[in-house]
Each structure stands twice: as C-alpha cells, then as structure tokens.
C-alpha cells in the first residue's frame, strides 16, 4: 500500500512491485500537471525504497496506457489549472519539464521498469512506454505519435530510443505521419516485447516481475546503466560509474581508507586488495 494521498495516480507497493497507474480514465489518462507531480513522487519512492525489485507503469482502464498531455487544458505558454497547493514544487515548472523529469526517472531509475500497455499509448504516453525496460501489451493497445498533429513535439528522449527500437527510417515515419499503429505492428517493429489478450494482460506482467526478481538486483541495475552508458554519453557513464562506486563502498579496501582517515595514519590499502586476489 501507498502512504502518499494522490489525486490523479495509484500507487501500490506488495511483494517486492511498485505499481504506479495513472489514473485518469476519463481522460484517456492524459496528465495535467498535479499528475506529472504525483508520478515524480512516485518513481522517487520506488527508486529509494531497497524492497523493491521491479515497477509496473501503467493506465486505470481498458481503453489507454497514457495519451499524452491533457489538450483541454493546455493554453497559450503551456497547460493551466489551479497550482496553489503544489507552490514550490515540479507541478509548477512547464509540463514540458516534468514531463522530461519522469522520462529521466524512468530511464534512471536502477531497477527494470515494465510498461503494462492497456490501451493507448500515444504521444508523451508512447514516449513513456518506449523509455520503459520492458512493455507487455494488450492485443487492444494501440500506439503512435501525435505532437506535430496538436502543436507539439518531444525531442531527446521522444526520438532517441524510438530510433533505436525501429530504426531511423520508421521513426521518422512515426513521428511526421503521427499514424496510429496496433499491438502486432509495434511487436512486429519491435517498440514492445509482448503482446497478449486483454484478459492475460497482468498475468503476463506479473509472471515478467517474477522472472525479474528471481535475478540478481545488483546485476540487473548495472546491466541498465551499463545500456544507458551506450545511449546517454556522459550522464549514462556517470550511471554506470556511480553503480560501481556503491559497490567499491561496501568492501574492506574502501573501508580502509575511511578508517585510516579518521585514524589520522596512512592507509593499508594493499593486504584488502592482495586477499580479493587471492
């Protein structure tokens, strides 16, 4: 269970799966800014919280997974509602920001995230499943671009990993023609792992947590940062570099140095390293 009182989303720990839904099926599930808000929340905790292995992102409903920003209340500058109980917070900077914030989240998080795709996935929504780890779809799932159909477009992550997915050509086909593309075509293109019935949906998704929390969490977040060291240039070495320095802290060879600090000598750091060889 959730300890945080969210409007717009449900959040849901148990058995090691952070399961973090949008929840606006009135809305096809498209964010305003109180919900590009909550899901920061959300993703933070799941990313601090060391009992959980796995998170599912997904849509309340059957008819979509996220369609992108809400349209009806966008306006000249950005998108609007009344903010002032979020004063100093993210829900205040242009959705454009947060957005950026949750896709970084999403990629940077160390722990495999799973888009349970219910329905549609379009726009930043579409954006958001690519980013994922993993996406297990629904036959009903329905995928595509929309931004330069309404006036807008997602550059950097929008186009980088929808790239790498289904090459340049059909990324570029996806993001111009903003056509709308079923669950088999997007299996077939590569942009999802999975595609099941409707009615197998979370089995399927819950048997992939399983698979994943029976390997090794360390392995499986220095395997993500090792992917975004290939795609992210400096920031994804960081990751990978950073991953490496929270192990180098949890042996007796790092330790020393703390040690012999407070000590006030130097450091033996050679018989820590010389028995690691032996």
């Known amino acids: 269970m959730s300890e945080f009182n969210f409007k717009d989303i449900i959040y849901e720990k148990k058995d090691r799966i952070a399961t973090i839904t949008i929840n606006r099926p009135g809305r096809y599930n498209a964010c305003r800014p109180i919900t590009i808000y909550e899901l920061t929340k959300a993703f933070i905790d799941a990313w601090a919280d060391k009992e959980i292995g796995v998170v599912v992102f997904t849509g309340a409903g059957d008819k979509a997974f996220c369609t992108g920003g809400d349209q009806s209340i966008r306006d000249v500058g950005g998108y609007k509602g009344d903010m002032k109980e979020y004063r100093g917070t993210i829900a205040t900077l242009p959705l454009e920001v947060g957005w950026q914030f949750v896709t970084f989240l999403i990629r940077h998080i160390p722990k495999p995230v799973i888009a349970r795709v219910n329905g549609y996935a379009i726009g930043g929504g579409h954006v958001w499943q690519v980013n994922c780890d993993l996406s297990i779809a ?141």
């Open 138 to 278: 629904s036959e009903t799932a329905k995928f595509g671009q929309a931004g330069p159909r309404v006036g807008s477009f997602d550059p950097g992550f929008g186009t980088g990993d929808l790239w790498r997915n289904v090459g340049l050509k059909k990324a570029k086909e996806i993001w111009y023609l903003c056509r709308i593309y079923t669950a088999q075509e997007a299996l077939e293109m590569g942009l999802v792992n999975k595609v099941v019935p409707p009615d197998k949906l979370d089995e399927e998704v819950r048997k992939w947590c399983d698979e994943l929390l029976e390997k090794s969490p360390t392995a499986l977040k220095m395997l993500k940062y090792a992917f975004l060291a290939e795609t992210d240039g400096l920031g994804g070495i960081t990751e990978l570099g950073v991953g490496g320095l929270s192990l180098y802290y949890m042996s007796d060879e790092s330790v020393e140095g703390r040690n012999a600090f407070m000590e006030k000598r130097m450091p033996d750091f050679w018989k820590y390293y010389l028995n690691l060889q032996d």
